[in-house]
C-alpha cells in the first residue's frame, strides 16, 4: 500500500482504492457503475445505521453461537457502536440509491466500512481481510437477501417514528386554532355552495381529528416492518447458517434496535415478497391524499382578500408577483400540496417494484427503499413546514364568517321541522 492507494482484490482483479477510505473494491466498483442520480446512501443516515444494526446483531449471535473467534466478533461490535454511538464513517457510503444488484451494493460497502474500522480497532491496517473479513466475519450467516430487506425496514420503521412525532405537532397546532376559533360562527359549505352554519372551531378540530387518525393507520401498518426475514440467507432456507441462528440473531436485533421485531413466518415467502412496503407507503399515501385535501382547503379559505372567502388569513411571508403589486400568495399550503403529489407518485413506483418480483427474490428493493425514505423525509418536513410557517400564524376574520352566515339561506335548513322543504325552497 502506497500513501495515497491501497490494493484489493475481488472476483473481477484487483483495484486501487483509495487509501484513506474505508469502504473497500465492491463498493469502489459499484461507485463506478451507478451514477444515477448523485443521491447516495450517505444521505439516508437512518439507513446507514439500520444495515449497521443489523452487522451488531449478526455479530453478537455468531459470538454466541462461535461461529467467527470471539476477538474478531467483539471487533465487529464495537465497530458498529463507533458508527451508531459516534457517527464514524457516515460519509462513507457513496453508493447510488439507484443501483442493480438487489442491494448487495449496499450490503457491501456496509460489511467493508465496518471491517475496516474492526481491523484499525484491531491494530492493523484498513484492507487487511486475512484478520478481519467483510465477507466471511462481518456477513457471516448472512446473505444480501436478508441482510439489506431486514436493515431496510428497521430504518423505515425508525423513520417512521419521526415522522408520526412530525404529524402529531402538527394535529396538535390545529387542534389549538380550534380552541381559538371555537366561537367564531361561519357557514359551512357542500359542493362549493351554502351549506348549514358551523363554527370555523369545528373545521379545524376536524382537521386535526383527520390527521389522528392518519397516525393511527401509519402505526397499524408500520408493524409489519418489524417482522424479518434475518437468517434466511439467499432465498429462505437458511443455508450456511446453525439451526439456531435466525431465531437469536432476530433477537439480538430487537435488542439492538429497540424494537419489537419478530421473525417472519416463512422465511422463503419474506425473502421474495414486498407487500408490507405496499402497505406502508400506502398509508404514506393516504397521509399525503388527507393533508392535501387540508391544504386545498386553507387556500380557499383564504381566498380573496377581496373577491374571495377571505374567513381566515395565512401568514404573509413573500411578495407574490412579479407584475402585479400588493399580492401574496399561500406559498406553505402550495409547496406541501406538492409534496402530497410526488408522494403519491412515488406510492405507483413502489406498487411496480413490489409487483416486479421474480420466483425467490424481488431485486427492485433498492428503488422501493429511495421512494419510502423520499415520501417519509418530505412528509416530515411538509409537516413542519406547515405548522410553523402557516397554522400557528393563521387568523380569523369574524365578521366575515358571521357575515356569510347572516346572509345565507342556509340557516332556514334549521325551520325544516316547523314550515317544511317548500316552504323553504320558497324562500330562496
Wanted: aromatic fraction near 6%; hydrophobic fraction near 40%; charged fraction near 20%.
Amino acid at each position: 500500500m502506497s500513501n495515497n492507494i491501497r490494493i484489493e482484490e475481488d472476483l473481477l482483479g484487483t483495484r486501487e482504492v483509495p487509501a484513506e477510505a474505508y469502504y473497500g473494491v465492491h463498493t469502489l466498483r459499484a461507485i463506478e457503475n451507478f451514477y444515477i442520480s448523485n443521491n447516495k446512501i450517505s444521505d439516508i443516515p437512518e439507513f446507514v445505521r439500520g444495515m449497521v444494526m443489523v452487522k451488531k446483531a449478526a455479530a453478537l449471535a455468531n459470538k454466541e453461537l462461535q461461529t467467527i473467534p470471539k476477538s474478531v466478533a467483539n471487533a465487529i461490535i464495537a465497530a458498529c457502536d463507533e458508527v451508531l454511538n459516534n457517527g464514524k464513517c457516515m460519509d462513507q457510503f457513496p453508493v447510488d440509491v439507484y443501483q442493480g444488484g438487489a442491494g448487495t451494493s449496499v450490503n457491501m460497502n456496509t460489511n467493508e466500512v465496518l471491517a475496516n474500522i474492526g481491523l484499525e480497532l484491531m491494530g492493523h491496517q484498513k484492507g487487511e481481510y486475512q484478520y478481519l473479513n467483510p465477507n466471511d466475519h462481518v456477513n457471516k450467516c448472512q446473505s444480501t437477501n436478508d441482510a439489506y430487506p431486514t436493515g431496510f425496514r428497521v430504518a423505515v420503521y425508525a423513520s417512521i417514528v419521526k415522522l408520526i412525532d412530525a404529524i402529531n405537532q402538527l394535529r396538535e397546532g390545529f387542534e389549538r386554532k380550534a380552541v381559538e376559533f371555537q366561537d367564531i360562527l361561519k357557514m359551512g359549505r357542500t359542493q362549493l355552495q351554502d351549506a348549514v352554519p358551523m363554527t370555523l372551531g369545528q373545521e379545524f378540530r376536524a382537521f386535526s381529528i383527520l390527521l389522528k387518525e392518519e397516525v393511527k393507520s401509519i402505526e397499524r401498518t408500520a408493524e409489519l416492518l418489524l417482522e424479518v426475514n434475518l437468517g434466511a440467507t439467499a432465498i429462505g432456507t437458511g443455508l450456511n447458517t446453525p439451526k439456531e441462528y435466525s431465531p437469536l440473531a432476530v433477537k439480538k436485533l430487537a435488542e439492538v434496535t429497540g424494537f419489537a421485531c419478530v421473525p417472519a413466518e416463512d422465511l422463503i415467502e419474506a425473502t421474495s415478497d414486498c407487500g408490507a412496503y405496499v402497505m406502508v407507503h400506502s398509508a404514506l399515501k393516504r397521509l399525503a391524499v388527507k393533508m392535501s385535501k387540508i391544504c386545498n382547503d386553507l387556500r380557499l379559505l383564504s381566498s380573496g382578500p377581496r373577491a374571495g372567502l377571505n374567513e381566515i388569513n395565512l401568514p404573509e411571508l413573500q411578495a407574490g408577483s412579479s407584475i402585479m403589486p400588493a399580492k401574496v400568495n399561500p406559498v406553505v399550503p402550495e409547496v406541501v400540496n406538492q409534496v402530497c403529489f410526488k408522494v403519491i407518485g412515488n406510492d405507483t413506483t413502489v406498487t411496480m417494484a413490489a409487483e416486479a418480483g421474480q420466483l425467490q427474490l424481488n431485486v427492485m428493493e433498492p428503488v422501493i427503499g429511495q421512494a419510502m425514505f423520499e415520501s417519509i423525509h418530505i412528509l416530515s418536513n411538509a409537516c413542519y413546514n406547515l405548522l410553523e410557517k402557516c397554522v400557528n400564524g393563521i387568523t380569523a376574520n369574524k365578521e366575515v364568517c358571521e357575515g356569510y352566515v347572516y346572509n345565507s339561506i342556509g340557516i332556514v335548513t334549521y325551520l325544516n321541522p316547523f314550515i317544511g322543504h317548500h316552504n323553504g325552497d320558497i324562500g330562496r
